[in-house]
């Protein structure tokens, strides 16, 4: 069977978000009540459909290939890994989180394939389900998605590439996603690079009472995990064998703290990206909108801080230290500044210092 062959990375065909007239909508509370009704009629039509579907209709697997200078598509017998991937190297599959997109990470994985050629780098694609309720995809969606996952890893090795030759990154929700797919290894996974992982849920709250699958330093040979938001939508607990703290790990990033000023609830409705963003992510009480927005800024920056450093001639240096207070007080001069990227080895909390801008050095 002949591989598709596209030049660009194409959207997955996506149900409909569901819509209402904005300019019919004049308080929070009128906000709150129409995307609520919406949004819980949505879940219910797509919990229904996506039951009734093998997993494999939603997720693909979209590998670069540097003859070509496109993503391709692997197909599910394989029979195309020769025309897509290089026997024997190791394997990057970059997993885009929820609410996202496989674009998520397509500019900097093409970027840093064409620097690096002795590795083969993929996107995981499950944009159908992407918009699926937190709670719902958490429960019902991940573990399968978790699932499919491993077995593609696991038929990789028909080509030469063990599970010790492969990283799995995932960001937020899906930073425990790869950890359930590395827990199905039984841990041979080379590595895992978890984004600010999710900690409502998974390590805070009252919805942890649930088993289920977090990260930890179990699912992988080496697992390197960066924090950005903790105390609020990231874990506060060290989850790897590497942990990285962008700005101490805190809420808010300095990069976010003008959301607070610039968008409080009263003038959410004239920001329409942010507010569905915000919305469809946490329908909550309307007086928790405006700390909503800067805690998904805050929860989202550490991904954007980690795709800098997929351009090989940026270095985002990080440095290991006891505590952040030791880091901020110059206590830590003793210990060697390292390159924070997907090579690391040593184990550890590391701290680094950001500007507001890319390159974020």
């Known amino acids: 069977m002949k591989p598709y062959d596209y030049g660009r990375v194409i959207f997955s065909t996506s149900k409909a978000l569901p819509s209402f007239d904005i300019n019919k909508i004049h308080t929070a509370k009128q906000l709150e009540k129409a995307w609520t009704n919406n949004f ?4 219910i039509s797509l919990k229904n459909e996506f039951e009734s579907r093998p997993i494999w209709d939603d997720v693909s ?6 003859k070509t200078d496109k993503f391709r598509l692997t197909l599910s017998d394989f029979s195309d890994f020769s025309e897509v991937l290089q026997r024997n190297r190791s394997t990057v599959l970059f997993v885009h989180g929820w609410l996202q997109s496989k674009l998520q990470f397509a500019e900097g994985v093409k970027r840093l394939a064409l620097a690096v050629p002795k590795r083969n780098y993929c996107l995981v694609d499950f944009e159908t389900l992407a918009t699926v309720e937190l709670q719902l995809f958490i429960n019902q969606i991940a573990p399968r998605i978790a699932t499919f996952l491993a ?3 696991q038929s990789l090795g028909a080509f030469d590439i063990p599970p010790e030759q492969v990283t799995l990154i995932g960001e937020g929700v899906t930073a425990h996603l790869v950890a359930q797919t590395g827990h199905i290894l039984a841990g041979h996974l080379g590595s895992i690079i978890g984004l600010d992982p999710l900690g409502p849920f998974y390590t805070v709250g009252p919805m942890v009472q649930r088993e289920r699958f977090t990260l930890d ?3 992988a040979q080496f697992v390197q995990v960066w924090y950005s938001s903790i105390g609020q939508l990231g874990s506060p607990d060290p989850l790897g064998h590497q942990n990285i703290y962008v700005n101490g790990g805190l809420h808010p990033q300095p990069s976010c703290t003008c959301f607070t000023k610039v968008f409080g609830a009263a003038n959410l409705c004239k920001c329409n990206t942010l507010l569905v963003l915000v919305l469809h992510a946490f329908p909550l009480h309307s007086t928790y909108l405006s700390l909503t927005v800067t805690q998904l800024c805050s929860h989202y920056f550490v991904v954007e801080v980690f795709k800098a450093t997929l351009d090989p ?3 985002l240096l990080a440095t290991k230290c006891h505590s952040y207070k030791h880091f901020l007080a110059g206590r830590c001069r003793i210990h060697p500044k390292t390159r924070a990227t997907t090579d690391g080895t040593d184990a550890g909390n590391f701290y680094l210092q950001t500007s507001c801008k890319p390159p974020y050095l």
């Open 313 to 315: 001639t940026t270095d």
């Open 40 to 43: 819980q009629r949505y879940n």
């Open 151 to 153: 077995g593609f890893v």
């Open 61 to 66: 697997i979209w590998c670069f290939n540097r």
């Open 217 to 219: 330093p179990s699912d």
